[in-house]
């Protein structure tokens, strides 16, 4: 049983600590699946057979009113509830609604409890969501989320899948109404799991993981903001796009099964069982391979595409006699929207939010999804009505609609595209971003961190490589050894001790060059100290040359006998301690800080002795750099002296 657990904890990359946690959020996941998709079957396959195709827009409508009034009590709730209890709450509530509307349809055949139980599936959409994704945040940090977020939502496809395949089953045999039971049973294991995880880990999601906040960035002026809007825009439109192809897609739905919602709520199982086994397919061996090669090109062009694809070849064969044609590659053009939105959109919009300083990003989503996005919803339902009932357009009219949709679609997003890039450059040139709090795995971000590497400025350039380092990136070795030859020396400094500390040998060859060209004594310093860490003791004749030079600064000597006494080898040590020796009873004070400072360098406890006299030396700056070295050394008998 070990054996498996750690085949499974190597092959997805969870942890030490993050079982518990990950198992937990999985089960979650799944079960939060398990209530939405009997929930959305059975919700639009009872409205479907009640109401007109023309109704819809007037869910769309409310929906969005309802969404966004539940989004502001939600956000007030946060203030003023502990946040376990916040999600008892939300989930609870949940779980009595869908048992609530259960019952009324078991004792009315009013159609008005249809329309409310549809509205209702939009608000609890957004609700799990809010809860599921807040509770990963809080058990989760950022570099733990960035391997783990993938897994714990393949839970929500899985149970697509499962839930999917077993709709036609249970509609047929019990009646389309009593989807709602195992959507309730969904909800109400969920409820369970949050006992067990506030019993289990209560204190891990008692509090959030703390952020850093920009000084003077709380303000946020939208409308100054041109990066800003275009993420509003694109989000905007992007919704636009999908209420359309929604709308025509339940419409040929409606016309195909009229008023069959058994056979309505089994093809919309199917449907949403055979989009989660290629989105399983695709959050396993596509998805970070396209976004690491395409970036957010693909990201934000991904939808567009696939629609614009299928509205052309449905304008192609929109003829009377060709109709079904036409159903089928509507199907398959909603059937790849909603895929390329979940697997391919939705991490991408993400992405678009780290420009931003950590506490300006949580608002901008906030606005953005419950604002902007509801607004949207609300906006195209007023077109569709205005198009449907005023105009008497049908399926074939709006997607012609849709077309001159998809092409400011596509304008936009390769505007956004460029406005990342810049939006991103900036933020870096200001070091106002950090690596822990991003998600740089797709090209678009790692090609603005090759770019802040050519900078002139050196912050800007230490401040990227330190990202790339932090997100193990494939470039990074040769990057650095590129960055030998920057015109600024504190650059040049930064890598040799980076190249050190990750013990990168591939670099002896560009190092050894750089000690001939190198003019800054302290680089030159630093350069023989890292040639000794990574060459292993080969290096010992090249590196003493430079420590018996009467002519080399002391910073330069201060790099060699470090690196001698720490990586030179036998020879190393016995050369640079009779060295060392000669500082430590020099009369030059300059010469004793220099042991003081050697000494702090090679950072080994057990070379402590020398210190004690240095502690008690008559120069204050011999007397500060030992207090220096002290703690760098860390050895408990020094505390007396100290």
């Given amino acids: 049983m070990k054996n498996v657990q750690n085949t499974l904890s190597v092959v997805f990359k969870i942890r ?101 139980l549809i509205i209702w599936y939009n608000v609890v959409l957004v609700l799990t969501g809010l809860s599921f994704w807040s509770l990963a945040n809080r058990m989760l940090n950022v570099r733990q989320g960035k391997r783990l977020f993938g897994l714990i939502g393949a839970g929500e496809i899985a149970a697509g899948i499962i839930g999917g395949l077993s709709v036609t089953l249970v509609s047929v045999w019990i009646g389309t109404t009593s989807l709602l039971i195992f959507s309730a049973l969904g909800i109400f294991a969920c409820f369970v799991i949050l006992l067990v995880i506030n019993r289990k880990l209560g204190r891990r999601i008692a509090e959030p993981e703390e952020e850093e906040e920009e000084k003077g960035g709380n303000g946020l002026n939208i409308f100054r903001n041109r990066y800003l809007l275009l993420i509003f825009s694109v989000t905007a439109i992007s919704i636009f796009g999908f209420y359309f192809l929604d709308y025509v897609f339940y419409d040929l739905l ?52 696939v629609v614009t694809i299928g509205t052309v070849i449905a304008l192609a ?15 398959v053009t909603k059937g790849f929207d909603e895929i390329s939105r979940i697997a391919i959109e939705e991490p991408s919009i993400r992405i678009l939010f780290q420009p931003f300083p950590p506490g300006q990003r949580l608002r901008v989503q906030t606005v953005n999804e419950t604002m902007v996005e509801p607004l949207a919803g609300a906006l195209v339902g007023g077109i569709l009505i205005l198009l449907t009932t005023g105009l008497d357009f049908g399926a074939v009219e709006m997607i012609y609609v849709i077309a001159v949709l998809l092409a400011g679609w596509i304008v936009l997003a390769v505007s956004l595209r460029r406005g990342y890039t810049d939006a991103l450059t900036r933020a870096l040139s200001k070091r106002r971003l950090s690596a822990k709090a991003l998600s740089l795995g797709d090209r678009s971000s790692i090609d603005v961190l090759h770019k802040g590497l050519r900078s002139t400025i050196p912050g ?39 190249i050190g500390a990750l013990n990168f040998t591939a670099a002896s060859d560009a190092i050894v060059k ?91 406890a057990s070379f402590y002795r020398p210190l004690l006299r240095l502690l008690d030396d008559e120069n204050i700056e011999v007397r500060s750099a030992a207090v220096t070295a002290s703690g760098r050394l860390k050895n408990t008998r020094l505390l007396p002296h100290l």
């Fill in 514 to 604: 750089r000690l001939d060209e190198e003019e800054d004594p302290r680089v030159l310093g630093t350069a023989l100290r890292t040639l000794c860490a990574i060459s292993e003791g080969e290096s010992f004749d090249q590196v003493y040359t430079y420590l018996e030079d009467p002519d080399m600064s002391l910073d330069v000597k201060r790099g060699a006998m470090a690196g001698l006494l720490s990586n030179g080898g036998i020879d190393g040590v016995l050369s640079a301690g009779a060295k060392l020796n000669a500082l430590l009873d020099s009369e030059n004070p300059q010469e004793r800080k220099l042991a003081a400072q050697v000494l702090g360098e090679v950072g080994i």
């Fill in 460 to 498: 800007e350039v230490i401040n990227s490589l330190n990202m790339l380092e932090d997100i193990e990136h494939d470039s990074l070795q040769e990057k650095m050894i590129q960055l030998l030859d920057h015109k600024s020396p504190e650059v040049r400094r930064h890598v040799l001790e980076r």
């Fill in 317 to 331: 064969v929109s003829l009377p006699g060709a109709m079904v044609v036409f159903f089928w590659i509507i199907v």
């Fill in 16 to 116: 030490p600590g993050e079982g518990l946690p990950t198992v937990l959020l999985l089960i979650y996941s799944f079960f939060t699946g398990i209530g939405l998709v009997f929930l959305e079957t059975g919700s639009y396959a009872l409205f479907l057979t009640r109401f007109d195709i023309k109704d819809l827009p007037y869910v769309y409508i409310v929906s969005a009113v309802v969404t966004t009034l539940f989004g502001l009590i939600y956000s007030w709730l946060e203030a003023k509830q502990p946040f376990s209890r916040l999600l008892l709450m939300t989930t609870g509530l949940v779980f009595a609604s869908v048992v609530a509307f259960y019952i009324a349809l078991l004792f009315t055949t009013t159609r008005w409890v249809v329309m409310a």
């Fill in 254 to 305: 409606e016309t195909r099964f009229y008023n069959e919602e058994e056979k309505i709520a089994g093809f919309l199982g199917i449907f949403i069982a055979v989009i989660g086994v290629i989105n399983l397919l695709t959050n396993a061996f596509l998805h970070s391979r396209l976004i690491e090669r395409y970036g957010l090109s693909l990201g934000l062009l991904a939808v567009p595409t």
